[in-house]
């Protein structure tokens, strides 16, 4: 399959339903503005594409469950305004533009994330054209995504990050980080997808395995990526993580070890989908994209 | 009926819920800390009493809703710790003690608000014990309390609010910063008990009525509290709208006048309430107590 038009053409299905959302006005409009600054800059959509994905892995229509898709980019879209912010990671630059403080400031950028983060379980409880779907099931979307992105999940994650730095180097505390920060939502979302497909247990075992390895690859490199990466084509500034004092696998293992490592994680991510037919073979592309990914 | 220990009944049930979410150890455990302290920090309960009295209204059961009555609270006091912060209304004073970034500082306090919205929708879509009620039901309360608080609702609101400060007095926006900044919010709350008992359209469209009018009745005693309050018996700092040349209701039309049309409200709320029996006096009386209230 041709993995590079897969990827365009649901990230422009994600981009439109996410352009949509600003269709009915907001007020105020500033807030709106923030919103839909940060959340139509661009990204890869990573998390939606996922959900898709492993929706069709298991036999499903991707086109049905795209407001629970667009939802986690939501999520994600607001975890980085907040993580930019100057109390926090104190980043001037996303997604190649300035970052939501920079633009609206520090109040309207904790709103808009605010407020992106209640729409994105508006969104799970509301879901237009969600009647095919049974309410139980998403209930159980929606718990699933609040787990993985509450106290037990993201934010724990960047509580942990946020104490970790200038703290001593630890290989449990990094995991931990690791597991919450990235790698739960990550899972999430590969996981709704197949919730939301009527995936049997054997099969959601499954897709948290692929979902699991292949958070973890995505993360060790992203660390790669801000050692060796491009300013220009990542859209935010390289050698924050070394400039912060920030543990990452790079900075414990080597560049070269780490590698090694994604790559052995990106092989267990396409074993644990072996029971899976060609259905599959969107989710298998995406995890040997992910270690390609130059962004 | 003895509205004072009705009051201290429901605030104990849900003071014992929302303690009870901290049973589970958090990591990392500063996060919790950051939650607790303000979550736990002894706060009316308002939204949640609100919620029990209204589902008792409609013949419900009090017990049975706890965990969504809680979810209110859990939005609240994330509204109240980000509102605070340095970037927002930079108050060092709340629930009677110093605010949450005193103490665990801003990035802390960002990311405690943060888990506290995330997981009030854990517990609207998790609600153990929530068997009996249909799920669809459920997803229409977690839809009517994202509606609520997101940019529609209370977000918006404070996004209006921020803009507000310093800029001509206009009585349209005071009034849609009341209605979305608290009012969307209490609205829901009573609303959600009824729909959590089964209420009817006709129900359901008085306690909403009833709601709206509770909701600026409340916001108006706040703002005249803030003129006239004692700092001790408010648990924050008075004075603080002028300070920031906020607009309010007193500042608009004056003490006399303010307290005349909250009066009014009290009144037009008792009627919405006419065809409720007396399952409905402790919702009467709640509306009585609103403009008594020192605090």
Redesign the interface.
Known sequence: MDIKSYLSEKRERIDAFLASYFDAP???A???DA?SYSLLAGGKRLRPILALASHEACGGDAEAIVPYAASLEFIHT?SLI?DD?P??DNDDLRRGRPTNHKVF????A??A???L???A??L???SPGGARI???V???V??EI??A????GM??G???D??SENAPQDIDSLS?IHTHKTGALITASVRIGGLLAGAGKKELRSLTHYGEKIGLAFQIIDDILDIQGDTEELGKQTGSDERKNKMTYPGLYGIETSSRKAQELVDDALFALRAFGDKADALREIARYIIRRRN
Chains 1, 2 share one sequence.
Do not use: C, W
Not at 105 to 108: F, I, K, L, Q, R
Not at 149 to 152: C, D, I, P, T, Y
């Open positions: 907001l007020a105020p500033v807030l709106g919103m607001y907040h912010l109390a926090m400031g520090d109040a309207m904790i709103l994330g605010d407020a983060l209640t729409e379980f508006y799970l409880s509301n049974a309410p139980s998403r209930l159980k929606a718990r609040a787990m992105s509450g106290a037990h934010v724990g960047q509580a942990e946020l104490l931990f």
